[in-house]
């Protein structure tokens, strides 16, 4: 059982079953040029915060040797989660432009005034990768599961073709297991990566 941590932001009530840092193994399955790639591969994945109110979100994955079980740094990828809501005197910015006011979801009560019409509350995530490419996320979290679809894609002139995505977390008896659906390289959505993962580090800050 997760326990929710003293003094957490309101905010992140919402997503604490995340916060900790997670490894585990899983399989990259995509086909390129015709033919099924399948690799398998070591992933650490830490959601953690300072005291504000969104989670810092970090992955690195690790190639795995199918024969001798080795491991060689394959990429990672990082970002941020919150809730999604409207911004207001209350947050910071534009860039470092402090608030002036008190913040407005500070306590339980104004935290549940967010939750939608599916019984969980709205999110955004924002994600980049070392390949050239940036990722905003819009979704929902309801208890133990999140899903993610991409409302944006930005990337950079030599990144490789890469249009959409979805994303899928769930919480299954004490376990993190997700599974990436991709859209890239000329073809349709489809099944990219997926992963299980157990807690190797406690939920704190």
Known sequence: MIEIPVGLQPELVPMYWLIGTWEGTGMVEYAVDGEMRK?????????RHDDLPFLEYQSNVWLLDEETDEASPLTSETGFWRLSR??????VGPGFLPPTEPPTFNNADAVETLRNDQDGFDLEVSLVHPTGVAEHYYGVIR?????????????SKNAEDYRAATRMYGLVNGKMFWLWNIKALGQELATHASAEL????PAAS
């Open 143 to 155: 208890g133990p599961r999140v899903d993610l679809a991409t409302d944006g894609i930005l990337s």
């Open 86 to 91: 409207p911004r207001d005197a209350g947050d």
């Open 198 to 201: 157990a807690r190797v580090e």
């Open 39 to 47: 690799h398998p591969f070591r992933q650490r994945v830490t959601f």
